[in-house]
């Protein structure tokens, strides 16, 4: 079992910056990609950005270059730097990672996990 813990969330005026913090913890297990999810009330949840163990990274539009994830491979954690926050940046931010579970030497499966949420209020 693979858990994901965040933290970093809370309350930012317009303009400011905030830092999601989201650390995989368990046993056997490697992560292949991880990311950030979003969900405002009365909203779909979407996807904020994503990056793979390789370090590759992709953003939605409405968050390139205010926002940048980063791994940090040896402590299994993935950082979310907001910057420039606005009003519409509001939502509860989850974490997810799809990581590969390994049972044999050679033998794994993939699973997809979901940390718990964090909300991100951005208001004056």
């Known amino acids: 079992q693979v858990q994901l813990v965040e933290s970093g969330g809370g309350l930012v005026q317009p303009g400011g910056s905030l830092r999601l913090s989201c650390a995989a913890s368990?046993?056997?297990?490697?992560?292949?990609?991880m990311g950030w999810y979003r969900q405002a009330p009365g909203k779909q949840r979407e996807l904020v950005a994503f990056?793979?163990?390789?370090?590759?990274?992709n953003y939605v539009d409405s968050v390139k270059g205010r926002f940048t994830i980063s791994l940090e491979n040896g402590k299994n954690t993935v950082y979310l730097q907001m910057d420039s926050l606005k009003p519409e940046d509001s939502a509860v931010y989850y974490c997810?990672?799809?990581?590969?579970?390994?049972?044999?030497?050679?033998?794994?499966?993939?699973?997809?996990?979901w940390g718990q949420g964090t909300q991100v209020t951005v208001s004056s």
């Open positions: 997810n990672s799809d990581v590969s579970i390994f049972y044999s030497r050679n033998n794994y499966y993939r699973k997809l996990y």
């Open positions: 368990g046993s056997g297990f490697s992560i292949n990609t």
């Open positions: 990056i793979t163990s390789g370090g590759t990274t």
